[in-house]
């Protein structure tokens, strides 16, 4: 057990501080050059308030930090502040949705696809939406959710939030940092 100590010992002492701290760089690099909308700059933020429940707080990023329209590449960040099903996700989604406009026979496939890639929430969780080139893609953490939306689905979800007709225009000039 002795010489177990020692050796721990040793090798705490011989591995320099800065192979640590270029190994942390190096981890970060990856992350970033794998998922870039993490070095996206933040355009604005949001807290959903529903009655007297903070639902959950909500960050709008950009490559340039500036938001230009429904078509621009975009990181919707939301940070969960209860638990939440994602059977209740899906039918707040729903609503939304119905009342952007969007008809029954739209949402219906849209809702099924998401139900076979959103979790249950937790509080705590964050759930990311990025969209580049048109096409969206969920995200919990650095970990994909599915597969990559179609434009038609990655349009009509984004809407819920940046459309000017969304059911939340303080948390839409919030967002996009009017």
Do not use: C
Request: positive net charge; proline residues 6%.
């Amino acid at each position: 057990m002795r010489a177990l100590w020692l050796l721990l010992s040793l090798v705490v002492i011989t591995v320099p501080p800065y192979a640590l701290a270029s190994n942390q760089a190096s981890a970060i690099k990856s992350v970033t050059s794998q998922y870039p909308w993490y070095q996206w700059q933040t355009v604005g933020q949001a807290t959903l308030t529903w009655g007297l429940w903070d639902i959950y707080n909500s960050e709008l990023k950009t490559p340039t930090g500036k938001y230009s329209g429904l078509d621009t590449d975009l990181a919707l960040i939301i940070s969960y502040l209860r638990d939440i099903d994602k059977d209740d996700l899906l039918q707040a989604t729903n609503e939304q949705w119905l009342h952007l406009g969007y008809s029954k026979q739209q949402i219906t496939p849209w809702l099924t696809t998401l139900s076979a890639i959103w979790p249950n929430v937790k509080k705590g969780d964050r759930l990311i939406f990025v969209q580049r080139k048109g096409i969206g893609q969920f995200y919990q953490g650095t970990q994909p959710l599915g597969k990559p939306l179609s434009k038609s689905l990655t349009r009509s979800f984004i809407a819920i939030w940046l459309s000017p007709k969304t059911d939340y225009p303080e948390l839409r000039k919030q967002l996009i940092n009017q």
